[in-house]
């Protein structure tokens, strides 16, 4: 009896195993699809008007006397920093 139960352990471990490998091939099938789909979107040439507003959305480069001012906006205020690892999940929004 342990003979039967040993074939139909391990032909439930092949099912298994089976099932996972077509679940993988899939995803694999799916992924190899969305990055030639990317790649096209990639190699496609811009249109005149996306060159064009491309130009026009330059970068922009911040004043050197906005520098001291952006520098001081980005560091926490005194108690911010323990509020924000204490609350974690307390800001739950609900809708």
């Known amino acids: 009896m342990t003979?039967?139960?040993d074939v139909d352990e391990l032909e439930q471990r092949v099912?298994?195993?089976e099932a996972t490998?077509?679940?993988?091939t899939e995803e694999l099938v799916d992924a190899?699809?969305?990055?030639?789909?990317l790649e096209?979107?990639?190699d496609r040439t811009p249109s005149t008007e996306e060159l064009r507003e491309s130009r026009e959305g330059g970068v922009i480069e911040p004043d050197e006397d906005g520098d001291s001012e952006a520098g001081e906006a980005t560091k926490p205020v005194d108690g911010d920093s323990e509020d924000n690892e204490e609350s974690g999940l307390d800001?739950?929004?609900v809708a």
Do not use: F, H, K, W
Request: aromatic residues 0%; without cysteine.
């Open 32 to 37: 190899s699809e969305r990055i030639r789909t």
């Open 40 to 42: 096209a979107e990639l």
């Open 91 to 93: 800001d739950i929004i």
């Open 21 to 24: 490998v077509r679940g993988l």
């Open 3 to 5: 003979d039967d139960t």
């Open 15 to 17: 099912e298994e195993l």
